[in-house]
């Protein structure tokens, strides 16, 4: 018989360790990210956001948490999530393919000096690779959240990108990391704008 309160034990065990084991390889990643995003807003730059499934969710999380607030009060910040467009997404599946939902937005949103933030537990989803290709076409700095052995993307990232990926395989411990790392973010461009527009 299961012992279903020692399973949902291990649920936890295993989340908090990878995030214990995480730390020292992602700290210095998010601190780079983070001044990436705050050099964009500075700029007047916007940051595009975007996933699949539970990457989905994250990328619409990120974005809701810049234009509105986190945990301070600050001034809303601009970012898209490409997930949330329902007839854009349909409309480019069915004309041209799933694999170009979010490039053809990038190709439409994007312009020389935003960022997108990219997010593949696996780094294989070939709507993301494609994404990562429309954003370079558009000058853009790309900021990917991944796990596994970061898949595809590693190869496709160039001088001024940034990979953030998570040491694990299991795709639940990986979005769950993914989250801590988008919280983090979050922390520090709230904690930069409040520093420096009380200031």
Request: proline share 3%.
């Amino acid at each position: 018989m299961v012992d279903i309160q020692a399973r949902i034990a291990k649920h936890f065990f295993d989340s908090a360790q990878l995030k214990l084991t995480a730390v020292d390889v992602l700290a210095p990643k998010i601190e780079q990210a983070s001044q990436l995003l705050l050099t964009g807003f500075q700029s007047n730059h916007k940051v595009l956001s975007c996933g699949n499934g539970g990457s989905a969710a994250d990328s619409q999380h990120f974005s809701s948490e810049l234009v509105n607030r986190f945990e301070q009060e600050r001034r809303g910040l601009p970012a898209l999530a490409l997930t949330t467009d329902s007839s854009a997404l349909t409309s480019i599946a069915n004309d041209y393919s799933y694999e170009d939902i979010f490039a053809r937005q990038i190709e439409a949103l994007g312009v020389s000096g935003d960022i997108l933030l990219a997010i593949s537990t696996t780094g294989n989803s070939p709507n993301i690779i494609n994404g990562i290709k429309a954003a370079h076409g558009k000058n853009m700095t790309i900021v990917a959240l991944t796990g596994c052995d970061g898949g595809k993307i590693p190869n496709l990232l160039k001088k001024m990108d940034l990979e953030l990926r998570v040491p694990a395989y299991n795709t639940a411990r990986i979005q769950e990391v993914h989250l801590l790392i988008i919280h983090c973010l979050c922390d520090l461009i709230d904690h930069y704008f409040c520093s420096h527009d009380n200031s």
